[in-house]
């Protein structure tokens, strides 16, 4: 079956440009996280939904960025205001229930110019 | 200090190797434990699970020792297609919301 999809693959913006990361989940799996990996270092959390709600966001690393995830599918990352420093491949997985195991997307690479 | 802590490697080693990595936690009260892989501009994958009573799966095993917070991963007969990073993962609880190390790299020549 589809596996997590992200969109777009790539994604090039200049400092101070606001930017929308999309996810689509597996269908019918009712978690979904947000994780970013800078070069060389593993993924790290943002933020996690069960459903429509927002759980636990806090892994955002401050309030220029959101995320939505309003009917409970597919989910959207915000970044008001980029800064070169968000540059970093932004990662989407999702699982059958909160403690089942993660299926990761392929990830957005965002270069922030 | 970070919550997940790794050798970043690389490690260079010849086909048929035995190479071995280690990874230790600061949380005490971590739940679960995990081995993703991630190729390079791949997403991680689940590799295996990490039990305090060791869980083997084909020529990977992985061990966890509770008392002293470290985890590792053994691969027997090393392929080049090993050659990968390797990233160590808890869950401190509740949900599953991973904490990465930073992956160690290996690499496996001819």
């Known amino acids: 079956g589809a596996g997590v999809s992200q969109t777009p693959s790539n994604k090039v913006t200049e400092k101070g440009k606001y930017v929308e990361l999309r996810c689509d989940p597996i269908s019918g799996h009712t978690a979904l996280y947000w994780y970013r990996q800078s070069l060389g270092q593993g993924p790290e959390f943002l933020i996690y939904?069960?459903?429509?709600?927002?759980?636990?966001d806090s892994g955002l690393p401050n309030d220029r960025f959101f995320a939505v995830r309003p009917e409970g599918s597919v989910s959207t990352l915000k970044i008001q205001r980029t800064e070169r420093g968000d540059s970093a491949v932004y990662l989407c997985a999702s699982s059958p229930d909160r403690r089942e195991t993660q299926y990761f997307g392929p990830g957005t690479r965002l270069l922030v110019l | 200090r970070k919550e997940v802590e790794q050798d970043p490697g690389p490690f260079n080693v010849p086909e048929g190797a035995t190479v071995a990595f280690n990874c230790t936690y600061s949380?005490?009260?971590?739940?679960?434990f995990f081995w993703y892989r991630q190729d390079c501009r791949k997403e991680p994958k689940l590799l295996m699970s990490v039990y305090s009573s060791g869980n083997e799966d084909g020529r990977f095993t992985a061990q966890l020792n509770r008392a002293s917070q470290y985890i590792s991963l053994l691969i027997r007969d090393s392929k080049l297609s090993d050659s990968a990073t390797y990233l160590c993962v808890v869950i401190p609880g509740g949900y599953n919301k991973l904490i990465f190390g930073a992956g160690t790299r290996l690499a496996v020549h001819p």
């Open positions: 949380n005490s009260a971590s739940q679960s």
């Open positions: 939904f069960q459903g429509t709600g927002a759980a636990d």
